[in-house]
């Protein structure tokens, strides 16, 4: 990408004019993310929906090498994610469900998020500010920060005692200490996901709240996030 030149102009004491130029730094493109197995070496591993298939070591220990695309909450949970006595094709379906349910002037709108014919993108496109305002639902911001925290670990628990692929995923992670981090494009202004600065230490940019809630699900232990 080429530079951006600025361009200065001064007056002389005899009056004349003279410009000169000075190259404006450019901005650093954050360093492309290395291999997975190297990843997996520096003990960071991204995951996402789209993730790649990588046959490394750890895969092994996860039932397959599509291992990092299986932990997205677009995953359809084999047999159906219950909770509640209600069961949701995934984690996306019901925490999309509990946005309606929990903080807008619609809660029955939820309903709509058990559909098995429902894709885990549509759910999410269902659940965002324009297709609420189609339906004529207000959500209450405020409410949905307060409650989201606890609906996401509430989902993650449910399937990690249903979900015998995805609970060996986590102890494989936990017993490697292997940090997981959901990776978005947003990345430090992200609050569920992130990106990695490979080349300032493996330093994670971004709340990483889903990846955070998936390892202390493993550990036992529970947190809070702002």
């Not at 960071?44 to 789209?50: D, P």
């Not at 500010?129 to 449910?158: D, I, Q, T, Y």
Request: hydrophobic share 40%.
């Amino acid at each position: 990408m080429p530079a951006t030149v600025k361009t200065t102009t001064t007056t002389t004491t005899n009056g004349t004019l003279r410009a000169s130029m000075a190259q404006a730094p450019m901005k650093k493109r954050p360093a492309k993310a290395p291999p997975a197995a190297k990843q997996e070496a520096a003990g960071v591993a991204l995951f996402y929906s789209k993730s790649k298939d990588a046959d490394t070591p750890f895969a092994e220990k996860c039932g397959g090498k599509n291992w990092r695309k299986y932990l997205s909450n677009f995953t359809l949970v084999p047999g159906g994610l219950v909770i509640g006595g209600t069961s949701w094709p995934s984690v996306e379906h019901y925490f999309q469900a509990m946005k309606w349910r929990l903080a807008t002037n619609k809660p029955n709108g939820a309903k709509a998020f058990t559909r098995s014919d429902l894709p885990p993108a549509e759910a999410k496109r269902k659940g965002g500010k324009a297709a609420m305002k189609a339906e004529g639902a207000e959500l209450n911001f405020a409410k949905w920060k307060e409650a989201s925290g606890g609906v996401m670990r509430s989902a993650v628990e449910a399937r990690y005692e249903q979900d015998g692929r995805f609970a060996r995923i986590l102890n494989a992670a936990k017993q490697e200490k292997l940090r997981l981090v959901h990776f978005e494009r947003s990345g430090a202004k992200s609050h569920w996901g992130a990106h990695v600065d490979w080349a300032h230490e493996n330093k994670v940019l971004g709340g990483n709240a889903l990846g955070v809630t998936m390892s202390m699900v493993a550990l036992g232990v529970n947190v809070k996030f702002d």
